[in-house]
């Protein structure tokens, strides 16, 4: 009769224990992260707070950015580059209604337009003289901005501060002006684009980030003078106090924090694109008070965690010993015999009893497992055919604890199918080599692949021997059909120099098969025969393949997508069968993977199992198929149009300073352009075209004429030789040009101009 013990103090005092071991040091890890990193938290905080300002000088920066591509546009614009105002002054309306179409952008509210060659200065309200723009349009009494200065200094871009009412213009507010020489990148200048900033499209860009407790100024650090103050709750005191601070530091940089009304203030300072710096002035105290909100939620919680977790120990506990009952009865009826003193055992003590027998059972389990190494031999066969060897750390250390090693140089894969292939024993295809082999020095290791019910024969030699392989396949086949009267059909892969490669061997044999299955009336196909009856029979896509792999190559996202349908349609137009159609939709993933890995080292794309899809049961039909190619090309285009807008701005830039370089160049075409930049030349001429407005042919023609007109003009030089001189190999194609363009001849051109 088992004595009645008092279990239940037992389990209690080990669950208390347990749980008193476990939240102690938690609760100490929790105080120490809460009172000893206050100063991360208030880091962090402030970061929070700081991002709105950041973020919004980050805008400012991106519409300074977009001014540059419209000065770019402006470049290109060919009634701003060749109006000459003194000899024709009617076109002046023409630069105006100019400068207007570029206005759409709400940031600015004027553009000035200086050219060199008249010396006329045009906005969209007046136009005038240089000498009249610097003397009367600006007040010389509340700005020292001088035009020619800046046009005579080396600066490709400034930007100018100009107090309210400092400058004629529609708006009598506070401004920046950017400016800009064009063109961009030549040393020879011909104007300089102006754009006026007012200061409420300052205040509309920090919006995001001004508040009632929040200051903002705009600092120039050469004279430590406000230029601009933003705020939703203006404080004239808070900034007289911020501007003596200034004048008290080197430089506004050393400024961290100023004390106003017994208030502390934080000081944050961010450059921006220009002269000026931002600042940011925060008051301390909204740091503080959201650190001391984490405190009493903290608090608050542990508080909260302590009462609903006391009462759910105290109701688990209760309900969970229970189960242990029931444990500690099914432990003395079927664990411990009856001779066992089990009465003077607790049920802590019954459970170690019991677990120490598992354990016993476990240790033998284990050496049960050691003894059948077949197991681990079969997962890492597995492994190496998937192609997720090289994942395994030591794979090949692995492998040779259950005697599986790989001694030759070379290794294929041939797959052998057949109605009763489950009932071959593995010493029947051993003879069948040993037989086939005589003398030879070779390796086979037999795998079952129980998914598609097929043996796998990894056949190891030391030569890249395609005939032996065929030789002993024709065995395999004769002696199988023979003594089993099965259906025998046998898919070859190509050898491969490493077992690591082994995968790909094990792929084209899977495919060989299934063509086997398809066509072949031998029974017994290579992945190499195929290939060439392809040649033969088949028309395979192999230039489409072509071009996709040069679209991938050059990030061409219109050409992947459009060659990517060709090579569907190329599927339904020629009636392929769905082998040939499975092989197409392979090698289009294996193309696209291909150029991608050496272009990124990394495709994160490649991790989606679209072999698996191409060969799986499911695909039966050539929707299927097409299903497929539409995923394929939407993810390839979807992964190379991240971060586009960046992209297109620095790559315009490069294509204009290349043109600008080598438009002399007699043999400059749009090949040459497109090498250099690594591009497909129809999605450069496209890609141009959208950004511009022109062609780079019209583009290129402009320039050249622009020279040659300089030539004529400036230089002895004959037609003959300015026409090689701005690129063009033939002097009738040149003259033939000019007269389209200019409506005269070069020499009549440079007799009209010349008087």
Same mark, same amino acid.
């Given at each position: 009769?088992?004595?009645?013990?008092?279990?239940?103090?037992?389990?209690?005092?080990?669950?208390?224990?347990?749980?008193?071991?476990?939240?102690?040091?938690?609760?100490?890890?929790?105080?120490?992260?809460?009172?000893?990193?206050?100063?991360?938290?208030?880091?962090?905080?402030?970061?929070?707070?700081?991002?709105?300002?950041?973020?919004?000088?980050?805008?400012?920066?991106?519409?300074?950015?977009?001014?540059?591509?419209?000065?770019?546009?402006?470049?290109?614009?060919?009634?701003?580059?060749?109006?000459?105002?003194?000899?024709?002054?009617?076109?002046?309306?023409?630069?105006?209604?100019?400068?207007?179409?570029?206005?759409?952008?709400?940031?600015?509210?004027?553009?000035?337009?200086?050219?060199?060659?008249?010396?006329?200065?045009?906005?969209?309200?007046?136009?005038?003289?240089?000498?009249?723009?610097?003397?009367?349009?600006?007040?010389?009494?509340?700005?020292?901005?001088?035009?020619?200065?800046?046009?005579?200094?080396?600066?490709?871009?400034?930007?100018?501060?100009?107090?309210?009412?400092?400058?004629?213009?529609?708006?009598?507010?506070?401004?920046?002006?950017?400016?800009?020489?064009?063109?961009?990148?030549?040393?020879?200048?011909?104007?300089?684009?102006?754009?006026?900033?007012?200061?409420?499209?300052?205040?509309?860009?920090?919006?995001?980030?001004?508040?009632?407790?929040?200051?903002?100024?705009?600092?120039?650090?050469?004279?430590?003078?406000?230029?601009?103050?933003?705020?939703?709750?203006?404080?004239?005191?808070?900034?007289?106090?911020?501007?003596?601070?200034?004048?008290?530091?080197?430089?506004?940089?050393?400024?961290?924090?100023?004390?106003?009304?017994?208030?502390?203030?934080?000081?944050?300072?961010?450059?921006?694109?220009?002269?000026?710096?931002?600042?940011?002035?925060?008051?301390?105290?909204?740091?503080?008070?959201?650190?001391?909100?984490?405190?009493?939620?903290?608090?608050?919680?542990?508080?909260?965690?302590?009462?609903?977790?006391?009462?759910?120990?105290?109701?688990?506990?209760?309900?969970?010993?229970?189960?242990?009952?029931?444990?500690?009865?099914?432990?003395?009826?079927?664990?411990?015999?009856?001779?066992?003193?089990?009465?003077?055992?607790?049920?802590?003590?019954?459970?170690?009893?019991?677990?120490?027998?598992?354990?016993?059972?476990?240790?033998?389990?284990?050496?049960?497992?050691?003894?059948?190494?077949?197991?681990?031999?079969?997962?890492?066969?597995?492994?190496?055919?998937?192609?997720?060897?090289?994942?395994?750390?030591?794979?090949?250390?692995?492998?040779?604890?259950?005697?599986?090693?790989?001694?030759?140089?070379?290794?294929?894969?041939?797959?052998?199918?057949?109605?009763?292939?489950?009932?071959?024993?593995?010493?029947?295809?051993?003879?069948?080599?040993?037989?086939?082999?005589?003398?030879?020095?070779?390796?086979?290791?037999?795998?079952?692949?129980?998914?598609?019910?097929?043996?796998?024969?990894?056949?190891?030699?030391?030569?890249?021997?395609?005939?032996?392989?065929?030789?002993?396949?024709?065995?395999?086949?004769?002696? *199988? %059909?023979?003594? +089993?009267?099965?259906? #025998?059909?046998?898919?070859?892969? @190509?050898?491969?120099?490493? =077992?690591? $490669? /082994?995968?790909?061997?094990?792929?084209?044999?899977?495919?060989?098969?299934?063509?086997?299955?398809?066509?072949?009336?031998?029974?017994?196909?290579?992945?190499?025969?195929?290939?060439?009856?392809?040649?033969?029979?088949?028309?395979?896509?192999?230039?489409?393949?072509?071009?996709?792999?040069?679209?991938?190559?050059?990030?061409?996202?219109?050409?992947?997508?459009?060659?990517?349908?060709?090579?569907?349609?190329?599927?339904?137009?020629?009636?392929?069968?769905?082998?040939?159609?499975?092989?197409?939709?392979?090698?289009?993933?294996?193309?696209?993977?291909?150029?991608?890995?050496?272009?990124?080292?990394?495709?994160?794309? *490649? %991790?989606?199992? +679209?072999?698996?899809? #191409?060969?799986?049961?499911?695909? @039966?039909?050539?929707?299927? =198929?097409? $299903? /497929?190619?539409?995923?394929?090309?939407?993810?390839?285009?979807?992964?190379?149009?991240?971060?586009?807008?960046?992209?297109?701005?620095?790559?315009?830039?490069?294509?204009?300073?290349?043109?600008?370089?080598?438009?002399?160049?007699?043999?400059?075409?749009?090949?040459?352009?497109?090498?250099?930049?690594?591009?497909?030349?129809?999605?450069?001429?496209?890609?141009?075209?959208?950004?511009?407005?022109?062609?780079?042919?019209?583009?290129?023609?402009?320039?050249?004429?622009?020279?040659?007109?300089?030539?004529?003009?400036?230089?002895?030089?004959?037609?003959?030789?300015?026409?090689?001189?701005?690129?063009?190999?033939?002097?009738?194609?040149?003259?033939?040009?000019?007269?389209?363009?200019?409506?005269?001849?070069?020499?009549?051109?440079?007799?009209?101009?010349?008087?």
């Amino acid at each position: 009769m088992l004595k009645k013990r008092k279990g239940s103090e037992v389990f209690k005092n080990f669950i208390v224990s347990y749980i008193v071991i476990l939240m102690l040091p938690m609760f100490i890890m929790s105080f120490i992260v809460l009172f000893h990193f206050v100063n991360v938290l208030k880091e962090e905080v402030e970061i929070n707070l700081r991002t709105p300002f950041i973020k919004s000088v980050d805008n400012f920066e991106a519409q300074i950015n977009q001014l540059t591509r419209t000065t770019l546009q402006l470049e290109l614009n060919d009634i701003i580059r060749n109006v000459n105002i003194q000899k024709m002054p009617y076109e002046a309306m023409k630069v105006k209604n100019e400068l207007i179409k570029y206005s759409t952008n709400s940031f600015v509210d004027d553009i000035f337009f200086y050219n060199y060659s008249d010396d006329y200065v045009s906005s969209f309200n007046f136009l005038c003289s240089v000498e009249t723009f610097n003397n009367f349009v600006l007040d010389r009494n509340l700005t020292d901005f001088d035009l020619i200065a800046f046009k005579e200094s080396d600066k490709q871009s400034d930007m100018y501060f100009f107090p309210a009412n400092s400058v004629f213009s529609a708006n009598n507010q506070k401004h920046l002006m950017y400016l800009n020489k064009i063109p961009i990148n030549s040393k020879k200048k011909c104007g300089i684009i102006m754009f006026m900033i007012p200061e409420d499209s300052l205040r509309n860009i920090l919006a995001p980030a001004l508040s009632e407790n929040n200051y903002i100024f705009i600092v120039d650090p050469e004279t430590r003078e406000i230029l601009f103050a933003f705020s939703e709750k203006p404080d004239d005191e808070l900034t007289e106090f911020f501007r003596k601070e200034i004048k008290k530091h080197a430089s506004v940089e050393e400024i961290k924090e100023i004390k106003v009304r017994n208030e502390r203030f934080s000081a944050y300072v961010k450059e921006a694109f220009g002269p000026f710096l931002f600042v940011q002035l925060m008051p301390n105290n909204l740091l503080s008070s959201r650190i001391n909100d984490i405190r009493i939620i903290y608090l608050i919680s542990m508080a909260v965690i302590f009462v609903i977790g006391g009462f759910l120990i105290a109701v688990l506990m209760r309900i969970n010993y229970h189960p242990i009952k029931k444990l500690n009865k099914l432990i003395e009826e079927s664990v411990i015999s009856r001779s066992t003193p089990n009465d003077k055992l607790n049920e802590l003590e019954l459970l170690e009893y019991a677990l120490m027998q598992f354990n016993r059972e476990n240790i033998n389990l284990k050496e049960f497992a050691a003894a059948n190494k077949n197991v681990i031999r079969n997962y890492l066969i597995d492994c190496f055919l998937a192609g997720q060897a090289k994942e395994i750390d030591n794979i090949l250390k692995t492998c040779r604890s259950v005697e599986l090693e790989f001694r030759m140089k070379y290794y294929c894969v041939i797959l052998i199918k057949g109605n009763n292939i489950q009932n071959i024993p593995d010493t029947d295809i051993t003879e069948i080599f040993s037989l086939t082999n005589t003398g030879i020095n070779y390796q086979i290791i037999i795998h079952r692949d129980i998914h598609l019910n097929n043996v796998v024969v990894i056949y190891g030699s030391p030569a890249n021997n395609e005939q032996r392989s065929l030789i002993i396949a024709r065995e395999i086949q004769k002696h *199988l %059909n023979e003594k +089993y009267n099965g259906d #025998i059909r046998i898919g070859i892969g @190509n050898f491969y120099d490493s =077992i690591f $490669s /082994i995968n790909t061997s094990y792929e084209e044999a899977l495919r060989a098969l299934e063509y086997n299955s398809l066509f072949s009336k031998s029974n017994i196909i290579s992945f190499n025969e195929i290939m060439q009856k392809s040649d033969q029979t088949v028309n395979y896509p192999f230039s489409l393949l072509e071009k996709l792999e040069e679209s991938v190559r050059s990030g061409d996202i219109f050409g992947i997508r459009d060659t990517i349908d060709q090579l569907v349609d190329h599927m339904k137009t020629e009636n392929l069968s769905l082998f040939w159609i499975k092989n197409i939709c392979y090698d289009t993933v294996n193309t696209i993977s291909k150029e991608l890995l050496r272009k990124f080292k990394h495709f994160p794309l *490649l %991790n989606k199992p +679209y072999m698996e899809k #191409i060969y799986g049961s499911d695909i @039966n039909t050539f929707e299927d =198929i097409v $299903s /497929i190619m539409k995923e394929i090309s939407e993810d390839v285009t979807n992964y190379l149009s991240v971060d586009r807008e960046s992209y297109e701005l620095r790559l315009l830039q490069k294509i204009i300073r290349y043109i600008r370089e080598n438009y002399q160049d007699p043999d400059f075409s749009l090949q040459s352009i497109a090498d250099s930049l690594q591009m497909s030349p129809a999605y450069l001429s496209q890609y141009f075209k959208k950004n511009t407005e022109q062609t780079i042919s019209e583009y290129v023609t402009r320039l050249r004429m622009e020279k040659a007109k300089e030539l004529l003009l400036t230089t002895d030089m004959g037609v003959n030789e300015i026409a090689y001189e701005v690129g063009y190999y033939s002097v009738p194609s040149f003259i033939r040009k000019f007269r389209e363009k200019e409506k005269v001849t070069p020499g009549q051109f440079k007799k009209i101009h010349s008087c």
